[in-house]
Structure formats: C-alpha cells, structure tokens
C-alpha cells in the first residue's frame, strides 16, 4: 500500500506525475518497478505496471503516460488516496562505481533511467544521457535529468527541440565517438531493438529495461515470457532490466 502526497502533477503532453509515501516498504533499485491497481473490486481486474522514477526516504515518484482506461482511472486519483500498490518489483539495473555509462531513453521509457542516472553519480560515474522523444511538448522534467547526467542531449524525431531524428543514431555517435564501461536503454521495443543492432560492433555491456506488459508483475502468468539465448525468460522476476545481446529481438517485434 501506498499514499498519494498530493494530486497527479501534468508533466507533459498526456504525461503525469505521482508521488508517492510507502512507508515500511522495502527502499527500491533502479530499474525496478511497481504494479498500481486502478480501481476498487475487479474492473479493470489487471494490475498496470510502471518503471520508479525516483526515490528518497520513503516518498516514491511514478511517471503515467495516460494511454487508454485504466491509466486514466489512475490520473484522477486524489491527493491522500490510498493506493493498492505491490513493489518494489523485479530486477533492476547493474550498478557500477566510477567510469562511464551511457544511457538512451525513449518517450515514457527515460523514468527509469532517472533514478539510474542519480545513483550512478552519487557513486563518481560520469553519465552521458540521451533523452529521446517524438516532439518537444513530449519531453518531461527536463532539468532533473539535465542535473543528474554530466552530458545531456536531447533528441526529438521531429526536430522540434534538441537534435532533430531518432534518439538511437545520437546514442550511437556518442557510443562510436568515446569509451563507456556500460550502455543503459529503455523505451519502445523497437527502439531498443535498433540501439543494440547500431551498437553491434561495441564491447561496452548493454542492459535493457523492457516494457513488457506485465499482467501479474510477480511470475506467476508468465504474459511477459521473452525469448533469450538461455531460454525463455519472465521478464516481471526475471527482468525488466535484462542483457540486451541476449534478448532474440526479432521474436519481440512479431508480438
């Protein structure tokens, strides 16, 4: 369980802010995420899962992309309401001490990178941080990103703000042009998919945060089975953050 501080925040374009009190609950990675039940009772009946933005002494903040019924149900919470929330869920990112990381966002997808990107500062690595969206009036808190990354760049596929075209050929001068000990990326899976495919030829490890459709976030459905070189892979216990160069893409892309 959790309480809503105050009313959803709008952020952006159809973008929403909660911030959260989750007292007595275990302090979360980045990368995990939590899964919020829409309403009282059974309709919607499937719980809606989101990536952790950010996270400090208890209060939990949770970016919504309000897409369709139950997300919208969720933006008209009030401040002080009692939410059903199960997490902190999953398995988050790997985390390093000093070096370089890089990280490729796309759309809704930056939230997790968010609270990556402060931790991995707080522990001396410098963080380049590649913020992808479709058009400017997409993009949402831009400077707390801007703070938590020593390079900022932002990536719109209209042009509309920052460097015009997809957020994944920036990703890729900046993995060609220097040396990261570590790639992060989350978003759309077929930006995903495109990141780790430019980025091929590059030995820096690449974790993905994927966005699966997550129907009990706890393993036991097993809707969010992805194909890997291992086998297959839950990715709500056994992700969302997994080795991108072991995820077979193309069986992602069929769904």
């Known amino acids: 369980m959790a309480h809503l501080i105050e009313k959803p925040l709008s952020i952006a374009r159809d973008h929403l802010l909660l911030k ?30 989101f990536s952790i933005f950010d996270y400090s002494e ?24 009692q ?21 490729v966002g796309g759309g809704v997808g930056n939230a997790p990178l968010f609270f990556l990107a402060k931790e991995l500062k707080r522990r001396g690595t410098s963080v380049s941080f590649v913020y992808g969206a479709r058009t400017a009036d997409l ?21 509309s703000e920052g460097r015009g ?16 000990d570590r790639v ?10 495109g990141m780790v495919r430019l980025a091929a030829d590059n030995p820096a490890p690449i974790e993905v945060s994927l966005e699966n459709y997550f129907g009990c976030g706890v393993g ?22 997994m080795d991108a160069r072991a995820i077979n893409w193309d069986s992602l892309s069929e769904r």
């Open 20 to 49: 959260l009190r989750c007292d007595g609950a275990p302090a979360p990675r980045p990368g995990q995420f939590v899964n919020i039940k829409a309403a009282p009772g059974t309709d919607p009946l499937v719980r809606r899962p």
């Open 58 to 81: 208890g209060i939990m903040e949770i970016v919504i992309r309000v897409v369709g019924r139950g997300t919208r149900l969720i933006s008209e919470f009030c401040a002080g309401a």
């Open 83 to 103: 939410i059903d929330m199960l997490g902190p869920l999953g398995r988050g990112f790997t985390l390093i001490n000093g070096g370089r990381a890089l990280m």
């Open 139 to 159: 993009i949402y808190c831009k400077d707390r990103f801007a703070s938590a990354a020593d390079e900022f760049l932002i990536s719109t596929d209209d042009g």
């Open 165 to 180: 075209g997809y957020c994944t050929e920036t990703g890729c001068k900046l993995l060609t042009g220097g040396t990261f």
């Open 184 to 193: 992060y990326v989350c978003g759309p899976t077929p930006m995903m998919a």
């Open 220 to 241: 036991l459905c097993s809707g969010c089975t992805v194909e890997t070189a291992t086998g297959q892979r839950r990715a709500c216990v056994d992700g969302p953050v």
